[in-house]
């Protein structure tokens, strides 16, 4: 049997990007191979926390039937948020922090979603739930999501989960919050400037 | 601010009665106000469960819209299986084990399924998540509700999960497993032979 492959949604951001990795991560500790995917270029925010955390990037594909019969969505559960022949293949489980929407399935899934500001929020607590340890790189890339859904935990989709979360996952990644969230929310700002002058 | 009501699908089964029961119960010891409620008749097997925990029916409602603004579904998610103007409230939560169709939101909710047997085991994880003690009706009430779906394990949609959660709910509820799920899908089917002599 392929391979699950783990996609968050198109124009990925900086959540679709480590809330793939991080739940492929904790997918491949309980014994069940997946592979994190992308469905589009990285933008420089992304870049920045995965050079951070020395993380690959995941690979980028264009579709999925070709490659696999069964995807996780993480971020994301709406049709036209998701590859372009999502229909092609089973969708076996969904972690997502969205309305829900333009979604259906045909047997009973694993769906989580809560109303919390980052999809990485979740995935912390699934790791908990699996007595899963979390680390370092992993925790860095987890933390780089909230900070980026949330900006710094001033978005008003912020919730305490959020920066309970993001707190303990700044020790385990050994990183000042503050800090490290100006320098990659700046990085990712730098970039649209560069791009507006070029 | 109106109550939250908890609601399972029309025709409730045991599954339906007792998960509502157990969810609000939850929800309350949370300090979440919400009561359970049903849409239809008792079948004999939920009567006889409920008998020997000592517990209350959920209040029968015909409809929401006039109760509350405010639901959340238990064992369904489908429109069509639920309260005739579920379209005029707000679905706030979804606990289930179907697959997820005709449903959808406009913001962000908590939807936890699972592809387990029963929606009663899903609710004893989350009670176990919560650190939230079940105390003995309520375990048996849920107990009940997992016999039911799984026919005592020998359904085809019965999963480790509900076989372990099963006998710890035996325990908690103090009865012998198999003598308990016998007398009680017993009650269902005399029900059924009674009716056709009729
Ligand atoms: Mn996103
Ligand atoms: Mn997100
Ligand atoms: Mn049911
Ligand atoms: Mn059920």
Redesign the pocket.
């Known amino acids: 049997m392929s391979n699950v492959l783990v996609l968050?949604h198109k124009n990925p951001?900086t959540?679709?990007i480590c809330?793939s990795i991080a739940y492929a991560t904790l997918k491949d500790k309980l014994g069940e191979q997946a592979e994190p995917v992308r469905l589009g270029e990285l933008n420089e925010e992304s870049k920045y926390a995965l050079k951070y955390f020395q993380t690959k990037a995941p690979r980028m594909i264009s579709g999925v039937s070709e490659e696999t019969e069964r995807v996780i969505l993480v971020?994301?559960n709406e049709k036209q948020q998701s590859a372009i022949d999502i229909d092609k293949v089973k969708v076996i489980e969904v972690i997502?922090?969205?309305r829900i929407a333009n979604f259906e399935t045909s047997e009973p899934i694993y769906y989580r979603a809560e109303p919390v500001?980052?999809?990485?929020t979740i995935i912390y607590k699934l790791f908990l739930e699996n007595n899963v340890t979390v680390e370092k790189n992993v925790a860095g890339l987890m933390l780089s999501?909230i900070i980026?859904?949330t900006l710094l935990f001033k978005s008003p989709t912020t919730t305490n989960q959020d920066i309970e979360i993001g707190k303990e996952l700044a020790k385990i990644a050994k990183v000042e919050l503050e800090d490290y969230g100006l320098s990659m929310l700046e990085a990712g700002t730098n970039y649209s400037d560069k791009s507006m002058e070029e």
Chains 1, 2 share one sequence.
């Not at 500001?117 to 990485?120: E, L, V």
């Open positions: 968050g951001d959540d679709s809330s971020d994301h997502d922090h969205h500001g980052c999809t990485a999501a980026s859904d």
